[in-house]
Nanobody
């Protein structure tokens, strides 16, 4: 069983930066691939970024490439999402997710564990 707790959300002006953190419980964290998803008001939850168990492989949705960076510290059981050059369209609730497999994944159904979400609001 894995429990995930996100933090680091907030209100920021367009062009600003935020770093989200996701703290995971469980000794198997280093064997899990991780992902970040987001959900804007009135829209479906969408994939943002994914990272393999070792951190050696990462991938992003096209609209955040070059602005967002996913990383992990397996010694601290934590995954991060560094966000720069934020845009109003990045606004939403950001969810951390974990899957009991080592490889990256892109769909919600591939992830078995979810955090409660953290709100990111980017003002124009």
């Amino acid at each position: 069983q894995v429990q995930l707790v996100e933090s680091g959300g907030g209100l920021v002006q367009a062009g600003g930066s935020l770093r989200l953190s996701c703290a995971a419980s469980g000794r198997a964290f280093s064997m899990y691939a991780m992902g970040w998803f987001r959900q804007a008001p009135g829209k479906e939850r969408e994939f943002v970024a994914t990272i393999s168990w070792s951190g050696g492989n990462t991938d992003y949705r096209n609209s955040v490439k070059g602005r967002f960076t996913i990383s992990r510290d397996n010694a601290k059981n934590t995954v991060y999402l560094q966000m720069i050059s934020l845009k109003p369209e990045d606004t939403g609730v950001y969810y951390c997710s974990a899957r009991a497999a080592p490889l990256m994944a892109y769909t919600q159904g591939d992830y078995g564990y979810w955090g409660q979400g953290t709100q990111v609001t980017v003002s124009s």
